[in-house]
């Protein structure tokens, strides 16, 4: 039997490629003949960088120092590939990144995000694939336009202090961008707007710590920062656009400086030659830390099971936990789930020992699936 095992990471506990191989070993210890063919993935969240080093060949990774959402230094690294670098906002705006009670999207700045850019440009890219997701920050990029030399300013001409909060003041930006003629890529699932009731403030200001009086106010400051953008950079609709509240709207703030919004997962399945192992398949596992009903909206696990459902392959999700309805899962190709909250009966345990429980079900699945 031929099983391919692609999941995406398991966030704060496991890289897609750690959660793959665990799954393998497990399928190997109850049906060592059969094969797995492991291909780690990622959406343009956490991860991207590593999955695409591995499938890009030739690719070189430039280390790069930069920053968190609060201003302290991290490493952080440009995917070299040709003329093309690739870069993962959440290597510096990553929710990951912070403790929870430093959470705060009201002062979370995409600042880091910048000198990641600025470094791909400097590094000779023609082109700057960013992958969005995961952050922390909620700011609409005007961190990122900051370290790009453009940050907003008040009336008075004064910079304004890192995070969304403060964009309810923002006047104007204080210049143009300074990058190299360069074509910017915002790589996401996320086909949120900017604003309003599925816009990135509302969605997912509260996974990032923000209160409902905090929702109201950091949603109102990204409308009116979304017409300083478009006044000052010349473009329109920045409100509405689909994607643009991608990573606490730094989607916007990518298509504002003329950016285009590509899948990310459809970029990954591609640099990684998805589509053919899929046709070579018998079995599809894929899986995540969370598979709920953002993971219906384009995020990894979806794009996986349908793809498989288009080849009329089972594929099975096996998740941190699982929050969403049979019913809904498999009208998107998903034949079954797996929960490694069920599979210990504990979220503490499952966050402890995320690549036992992992093996576990990937043995469990082999005496199912496997003759």
Known sequence: MRVLIC????????????????VAEGWHQAKPDDETVSRPLADGGPGFVEVLAAAIEGANRLPVRTVDPLGRPV???VLVAGRTAYVESAQACGLHLLKEEERNPG??????????IAAAAEAGATEVVVGLGGSATNDAGAGMLAALGAGPVDVAGYALPYGGAALISADKLSGTPHLRPIQLVAATDVDNPLTGLHGATSVFGPQKGASREDVLRLDAALDHFAGVLERDLGVRDLRTVPGGGAAGGLGAALIALGGRVVSGIGLVTAAIGLEAELDRADLVITGEGSF???SLRGKVAAGVANGARDR?????????????GMR?????GVTETHSLVEHFGSTEQALAEPARGLREIGARLAGQWSR
Request: hydrophobic content about 45%; proline content about 6%.
């Open 75 to 77: 490493p952080g690294e």
């Open 328 to 332: 809904e899962a498999a009208a998107a």
């Open 292 to 294: 709920d009903h953002q």
């Open 7 to 22: 999941p995406d990471k398991f966030a704060g506990t496991l890289s897609a490629p750690a959660a793959a191989e665990a």
């Open 312 to 324: 009329g392959l089972a594929c099975v999700v096996v998740a941190g936990r699982v929050e969403t």
């Open 107 to 116: 002062q979370a700045s995409s600042y880091g995000l910048g000198l990641l």
